[in-house]
């Protein structure tokens, strides 16, 4: 018989031999022993968890020869047969290469006979994501109305990607996927099948690479044994997989620790000198950050930490040289620079700068400190807070240094925001937003008082000659000019250079000393009148009459 690899040759044949869906294998026990087999499942989850084995073993216990049976014997035809894939009565279909609606046709024509010799017929599709929507379609009539003796298994890693009128007539399990420990567990026991030596520490390393896939972990134990024969050390593995070592990531937390820029940028020359992986670096650096955070808030002796035994003690007391905060700042940071490696060119730039953060990422004042320190109303010890953290040792968690220096900010007094004394309803305010109506306009008195206290109290701006005025008077061309100040800055700029004041119909202009319009205001009647004596026109009055009864004897608008 051919070489079989270990994957293959160590594969489970019952329930029980899967590892870590319990959730799934004890529903189907029961199932089995009760008789309440459903005619179609999904099996979901990442690879290499087990989705199609349990099909398999499904398959098996449902025609085994002492079955229907939790426990197949393994040793029967019928199981010899489907474990080597040569049964007529279980069809695999690869639902990636066989996803048109001609080969679901096939199939449907194919599930209506009687099982060859088997008790049941298992047709198992997988990838079934990978179906069309016509051969989904076609699927639906047969995954209802199945004939008997049928059983339909779907294996995917997307099992949103399936129509929901698949999802709703069939059963799914989701295979979940495997912790550090599971893995090494099983790997511990494969090697002791194989006579394999291998080490705590390299067994580690092909159990975080595995990522929760028991497939991939046993494929890079395969070829770790190609590489280093029937004795596995720890180093050799990590040079194979290009991990880093331990004492790297030990040399990068000391350096984090002691604020040592320099260590932090050798490693990264090391590094490419030997033409390691440096998003790899950053990744395990990301691992090694989450044992320490974990070590740091749950003890070093926690289940979530991906580790042997032999690493814990390290793990502690690397962690107890910083605090929660600090290891979680790192985290970020780590996972940022992983980002840039991803996405940017320059990876050796982008990495370097991520260590100078976290060299750095110690020196900074917690937001909480920063926070408490504003709410005390006392700014200058933020500042004194930051000074000190720099000055302190890198990677001790300094508590806020309270400073008795006085505050800068205390002693400038408050300005109060000027506001304006006078409001007038002018037609630049109608012109500049509609709301300004709303406005209450002050009785014409007081408007003339505000403005004569605030003429004598600013200096005139005028161009120094003195302001001329045709079919106006002076007073009005003051209380005009008041008015456009304290409404529009812009414009009262403008008339300030003006010499002379011009009324002809229903316009008014000013004109500068060089004898052009420094601006030219149009007013209706009713808005001139109001502007300079503050009255109102009566509801449908005329606006010329208006302006008669406002102003008898003195100069018109219209």
């Known amino acids: 018989m051919s070489y079989q690899v270990i994957a293959r040759k160590w594969r489970p044949q019952t329930f029980d031999d899967l590892v870590g869906q319990q959730h799934v294998t004890g529903t189907l026990k029961n199932a089995i022993k009760n008789d309440r087999v459903a005619h179609a499942y999904i099996f979901s989850g990442a690879r290499g968890v087990g989705k199609t084995t349990a099909a398999r073993i499904l398959a098996k216990a449902l025609n085994c020869v002492k079955g ?27 639902a990636a290469s066989n996803r048109g609606i001609d080969q679901i046709r096939e199939l449907r024509e194919m599930v209506r006979y009687a099982p060859a010799a088997s008790r049941s017929k298992v047709v198992i599709l997988d990838e079934a994501h990978m179906l069309t929507g016509e051969a989904s379609n076609a699927l639906l009539k047969t995954l209802e109305e199945p004939p008997d003796r049928v059983i339909f298994v779907m294996a995917t890693t997307q099992p949103e990607d399936l129509v929901d009128t698949i999802r709703s007539r069939s059963q799914h399990f989701h295979f979940r996927a495997l912790t550090f420990a599971e893995i090494a567990g099983r790997l511990e026991e494969i090697a002791k099948k194989e006579n394999l030596k291998i080490e ?30 029937d004795t596995i050390p720890d180093k050799e593995v990590r040079e194979l997989l290009g991990v880093v070592p331990d004492d790297a990531l030990e040399e990068l937390v000391g350096a984090i620790s002691e604020g040592s820029a320099d260590r932090a940028l050798g490693l990264v020359h090391t590094f490419q000198k030997e033409g390691r992986n440096l998003q790899h670096f950053c990744r395990e650096a990301i691992r090694h950050m989450r044992n320490l955070l974990i070590a740091r808030t749950c003890g070093a002796d926690s289940d979530l930490i991906a580790a042997t035994p032999d690493q814990r003690p390290a793990l502690a007391k690397a962690a107890e040289l910083f605090s929660e905060e600090d290891l979680t700042r790192f985290f970020q940071i780590l996972l940022q620079t992983d980002d840039d490696l991803r996405r940017k060119p320059d990876p050796r730039v982008h990495l370097e700068m991520g260590l100078l953060r976290l060299i750095n990422a110690a020196r900074l004042a917690p937001l909480e400190e920063l926070l408490a320190e504003l709410k005390s109303g006392a700014p200058g ?35 109060p925001k000027a506001e304006s004394k006078a409001r007038f309803s002018s037609p630049f305010s109608a012109q500049v937003s509609a709301p300004a109506a709303a406005v209450a306009v002050p009785a014409p008195a007081e408007v003339k008082q505000e ?27 003051a209380e005009i000019k008041a008015a456009i100040q304290a ?20 316009e008014l202009r000013p004109v500068g000393t060089g004898g052009r319009g ?19 026109r009566d509801a449908g009055e005329d606006p010329c009459h208006f302006e008669q009864r406002a102003r008898p004897g003195g100069a018109r608008l219209c």
């Open 68 to 94: 229907p049976t939790a426990t197949p014997c393994g040793e029967c035809d019928s199981c010899k047969e489907i474990a080597a894939g040569t049964s007529l009565d279980v069809i695999e279909i690869d």
């Open 200 to 229: 705590p520490g390299a067994m580690a390393v092909i159990a975080r690479m595995a990522e929760g896939s028991l497939r991939d972990a046993l494929s890079l134990l395969e070829q770790a044994r190609a590489y280093c024969g």
């Open 381 to 415: 010890s933020v500042s004194n807070t930051g000074v000190a953290r720099s000055a302190a040792p890198a990677g001790v968690s300094t508590p806020a240094a309270k400073s008795a220096a006085p505050s800068y900010a205390a002693a400038i007094p408050a300005q």
């Open 451 to 477: 403005v004569e206290a605030e003429e004598s109290a600013i200096p005139a701006k005028s161009n120094g000659a003195a302001v001329q005025a045709a079919g106006i008077s002076q007073e009005h061309v």
């Open 487 to 506: 409404q529009q800055k812009f414009l009262g700029e403008l008339v300030e250079q003006s010499s002379r004041w011009e009324l002809e119909g229903a």
């Open 518 to 536: 420094a601006a030219n205001l149009f007013f209706a009647g009713e808005a001139a009148v109001r502007g300079i004596d503050g009255r109102e």
